[in-house]
């Protein structure tokens, strides 16, 4: 059973327009949600994360928005560059190793 | 420089043959963690380590083995039991492994492959 879900296999987005990529979670005693960006044959790395007190988080280009009413995560990345493409995976952490969800590639079309 | 360091990087398991991965770290970190990637299957937990001489099987536990005999190393053994080895492994590792705000730093990985 799948407690962090990424629905979007795959987002095309224009170089220059917002990316949004989503994630939704089941389990209510998660307080810790992290982004990370995930090149091919390499490690991911950590991109940005938020707390569950809060429903915003932003560093530069990239943003993290909560809802915990809706279980509902999202990271928008405004503007999209090329260097973007990727895959992202959203984790999240309640005081357990961080559970993953499957992933999104996102391709910023140039 | 810090970090997380695993080897190899590419690795051949003939049938019926134990393997063992790599991973060390001078992050002076308590925790560390192994994960495998499978395309469209994103990171799934194999074993985990909180501190020296402790470890916790993951959700795909089956057929791998783990040590932590030094708080730097957390090798990996991938044995015959483990049917379906071929996939990206990822070693991981946390300040500690108890706090909730807790983020990981990852290894390059290891692609290991079957013969």
């Known amino acids: 059973d799948q407690q962090v879900k990424q629905n979007s296999p795959s987002l095309s987005v224009q170089e220059g327009r917002i990316s949004i990529l989503n994630c939704d979670y089941t389990?209510?005693?998660?307080?810790?949600f992290l982004w990370y960006k995930k090149y091919p044959a390499e490690g991911p790395t950590f991109l940005i994360s938020?707390?569950?007190?809060?429903d915003k988080n932003e560093d530069g280009r990239f943003t993290v928005f909560l809802n915990k009413s809706a279980k509902h995560l999202s990271l928008h990345i405004v503007p999209s560059q090329p260097g973007d493409s990727a895959v992202y995976f959203c984790?999240?952490?309640?005081?357990?190793?961080?559970?993953f969800g499957k992933g999104t590639r996102l391709s910023v079309i140039a | 420089d810090g970090g997380i360091t695993q080897s190899p990087k590419y690795l051949f398991r003939k049938e019926g043959q134990n393997v063992t991965l790599s991973c060390e770290q001078n992050?002076?970190?308590?925790?560390m963690y192994w994960y495998r990637q499978d395309p469209g299957q994103g990171l799934r937990l194999i074993y985990y380590?909180?501190?020296?001489?402790?470890?916790q099987k993951g959700d795909i536990a089956e057929g791998y083995s783990v040590s932590r005999e030094k708080k730097e190393s957390f090798p990996l053994t991938v044995t015959s039991a483990q049917k379906n080895p071929t996939a990206f492994y990822l070693c991981?590792?946390?300040?500690?492994?108890?706090?909730?705000?807790?983020?990981?730093?990852f290894g390059s990985g290891t692609q290991l492959s079957v013969l």
């Open positions: 992050l002076n970190h308590d925790a």
């Open positions: 938020i707390s569950s007190i809060k």
């Open positions: 984790a999240a952490n309640g005081n357990t190793p961080l559970v």
């Open positions: 389990n209510s005693m998660f307080d810790y």
């Open positions: 380590s909180q501190i020296v001489n402790d470890f």
């Open positions: 991981a590792s946390s300040r500690q492994g108890r706090a909730t705000n807790e983020k990981l730093f």
